[in-house]
């Protein structure tokens, strides 16, 4: 009988917990604005429509991206919460030493999945009988086991930013998607040409400001403002570098000791011909007082960037505004801004904001970790995320119908997870448990 009545309970738990995920029928639509400094907002004159979207909605002074602070790596992680050592994308350019193989964002193999771990958000919504529609993402045009989004372009710079904005509302509109991604590559392209503190910078935002009045009103005009969950964030912040804070690592190193030199600025990876390594990094370690040398296995807890073999031997980490490069005279040293660097130093802060009918209004939340957007984007749609290193703990204040049911699918998107597998790496269950309660 008591067993009868247990397997009863069990059962209408059950049915109410599967009711949960189904029943919330929100739509979700993540703007990326790269490179948008989260004080941009303080500092730049003339622009409304960012302040006026957080006020109608939910914000945080800034989020935390994930080490490294850089494009590829940093939406990377926001798309499948991720540490860069869990998902494998340590940098824009990259060397693995299995495949014995480079990676760069132009390289023809760049879409190829073996370099992309984990899921992206996208992915995890199509298994779950989601339609997606993805612009201009970082891996929105990686096949993951045969799947891809269900919308999709290839990466066109030079598609008019309001021309991206109605192509992504409309397939809401029209093709009845439930998640969409957009990107934007500006201000990051004028902060690294002019600084973050330029005039042409500010001249960007103000820019960017025009399309997410645009993007607002294209919203309400379809009638979607009702369904659709829009939430805006950028990648990392930008910092003013300089030709004399920059330290050519070969004058420093007896090169025909080093296997591979890969990425340049705010960090470089260093892999060492085989019993050479000690050696290197006597060279290095004492250069400069504004450049660190860690051998792969000691780099900081904090940063999650140990575990995984396309970090290097050596990881170099420069202080803010200084780089380590090749060679000065290569033309992208003449650049004002750069971006990689420490992600807990305030200039590479990005933005939050979200509104929408799920989220709250005229709401501000503590900082949180920019990883943590891809178990909040699930709840946003009713889904079961992937294992992912993020949390709900932060952001699931954000959500304005706490209803019984949001709290079956948010105690769901929160329990402990398996071990997300990729490379050499990577993480126990314990580890990933305790990055939850410290997120
Ligand atoms: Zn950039």
């Not at 392209?189 to 400001?209: L, T």
């Not at 964030?233 to 090169?255: C, F, K, Q, Y």
Request: glycine fraction near 6%; include cysteine.
């Amino acid at each position: 009988m008591e067993y009868k009545m247990l397997y009863g309970i069990w059962i209408v738990t059950f049915a109410l917990r599967m009711l949960s995920v189904t029943a919330m029928t929100g739509k979700v639509l993540v703007v990326s604005f790269d490179g948008f400094r989260w004080d941009y907002l303080d500092i730049v004159s003339g622009i409304k429509n960012f302040p006026k979207f957080a006020a109608e909605g939910t914000y945080a002074e800034y989020m935390t991206s994930t080490f490294t602070t850089l494009t590829f790596s940093t939406h990377y992680s926001m798309a499948t919460g991720l540490y860069q050592e869990s998902h494998g994308l340590v940098s824009n350019y990259m060397y693995d030493p299995v495949f014995n193989e480079s990676f760069s964002p132009r390289c023809p193999t760049a879409n190829d999945q073996k370099w992309w771990g984990g899921q992206p958000i996208w992915i995890t919504a199509t298994l779950q009988g989601k339609k997606a529609g993805c612009l201009f993402w970082v891996s929105s045009e990686v096949e993951f086991d045969g799947v891809l989004p269900y919308l999709w372009r290839k990466y066109d710079n030079s598609m008019p930013f309001h021309e991206r904005v109605d192509t992504v509302l409309d397939w809401f509109a029209y093709d009845d998607i439930d998640l969409g991604l957009i990107y934007f590559n500006q201000p990051d392209k004028a902060g690294h040409k002019y600084g973050p503190r330029s005039p042409e910078v500010a001249q960007q935002v103000r820019v960017v400001d025009e399309v997410l009045g645009y993007l607002v009103d294209g919203v309400r005009s379809r009638g979607l403002d009702s369904t659709l969950n829009v939430i805006v964030v950028s990648d990392h912040g930008m910092t003013n570098i300089s030709l004399d804070r920059m330290i050519e690592i070969p004058r420093h190193a007896d090169w025909s000791l080093v296997e591979q030199f890969v990425e340049v600025g705010a960090i470089c990876h260093l892999f060492c011909k085989q019993g050479q390594l000690d050696v290197v990094y006597e060279q290095l370690a004492r250069v400069h007082p504004n450049m660190t040398v860690y051998r792969r296995d000691d780099v900081p807890v904090h940063w999650h960037y140990s575990r995984n073999r396309r970090i290097g031997d050596l990881l170099l980490v420069m202080d803010e505004g200084w780089s380590c490069t090749e060679n000065k005279t290569f033309s992208w040293n003449k650049n004002k801004g750069s971006h990689g660097y420490d992600n807990r130093l305030l200039s590479m802060k990005p933005i939050f904001m979200a509104q929408g009918p799920d989220i709250k209004r005229g709401y501000e939340i503590e900082p949180f970790m920019s990883l943590d957007l891809y178990p909040l984007t699930a709840t946003l749609l009713g889904i079961t995320p992937a294992p992912n290193n993020g949390t709900l703990r932060i952001v699931q204040d954000m959500i304005r119908k706490y209803t019984p049911r949001t709290k079956a699918v948010i105690e769901a998107n929160n329990a402990p997870v398996a071990t997300p597998v990729f490379g050499i790496s990577l993480m126990t269950t314990t580890s990933l448990t305790l990055w939850r309660c410290l997120a």
